[in-house]
Each structure stands twice: as structure tokens, then as C-alpha cells.
């Protein structure tokens, strides 16, 4: 559904990428993330053992520079009777 049938229009956007080294804390937390989900990882078919061992040990890696999340911010208002009436 999108928001205008919510009767909201959006006034701003933003997406902010974290780009983080390897050993940093969020590095090594998503880390220690693939290790515990190494099987359901596995088990979706979607990557195997290499790629997982891959991503740890660039994870652990302080030359290596990943963004491990993004941000993404959306402000939006309800839309008024004059509102809907003005765009028609």
C-alpha cells in the first residue's frame, strides 16, 4: 500500500550509509552474526561455506571496509481535505 492511500504525503527523504572497517564493534558483531547463523545462511541456498568464511574474515580484518547497515529516514504528513482538493 503506498502512504498517498494512507492519506499521508511524504515532505522528506534521507538514507544514510555506515561505512565501518574490519574489528570495528559492528564488524565484529555481524561477525559473530554469521557464525551463529552460519547454517540457516546454509540452508537458504544462497551462499555456502567460502562466502560465509569469506565475509568473517573481512569482517575481522581492519583493512577491510564494508557498510553492515543504512539508515533510512522518511518524514510524512497527513494529507487534508485541502490538500486532496488542491491537485485536482
Same mark, same amino acid.
Given at each position: 500500500?503506498? /502512504?498517498?492511500?494512507?492519506?499521508?504525503?511524504?515532505?522528506?527523504? +534521507?538514507? $544514510?550509509?555506515?561505512? !565501518?572497517?574490519?574489528?570495528? /564493534?559492528?564488524? /565484529?558483531?555481524?561477525?559473530?552474526?554469521?557464525?551463529?547463523?552460519? +547454517?540457516?545462511?546454509? !540452508?537458504?541456498?544462497?551462499?555456502? +561455506?567460502?562466502? =560465509?568464511?569469506?565475509?568473517?574474515?573481512? !569482517?575481522?580484518?581492519?583493512?577491510?571496509? !564494508? =557498510?553492515?547497515?543504512?539508515?533510512?529516514?522518511?518524514?510524512?504528513?497527513?494529507?487534508?481535505?485541502? +490538500?486532496?482538493? $488542491?491537485?485536482?
Amino acid at each position: 500500500m503506498t /502512504l498517498s492511500r494512507l492519506g499521508l504525503t511524504v515532505e522528506m527523504t +534521507d538514507a $544514510a550509509a555506515h561505512l !565501518a572497517a574490519g574489528a570495528s /564493534l559492528v564488524a /565484529l558483531l555481524m561477525a559473530e552474526s554469521a557464525v551463529a547463523l552460519r +547454517d540457516k545462511y546454509i !540452508a537458504t541456498g544462497k551462499a555456502g +561455506d567460502a562466502d =560465509i568464511d569469506t565475509y568473517i574474515h573481512a !569482517a575481522r580484518t581492519p583493512s577491510s571496509w !564494508a =557498510i553492515y547497515y543504512t539508515t533510512v529516514a522518511v518524514i510524512a504528513r497527513a494529507t487534508t481535505a485541502a +490538500d486532496r482538493s $488542491a491537485r485536482c
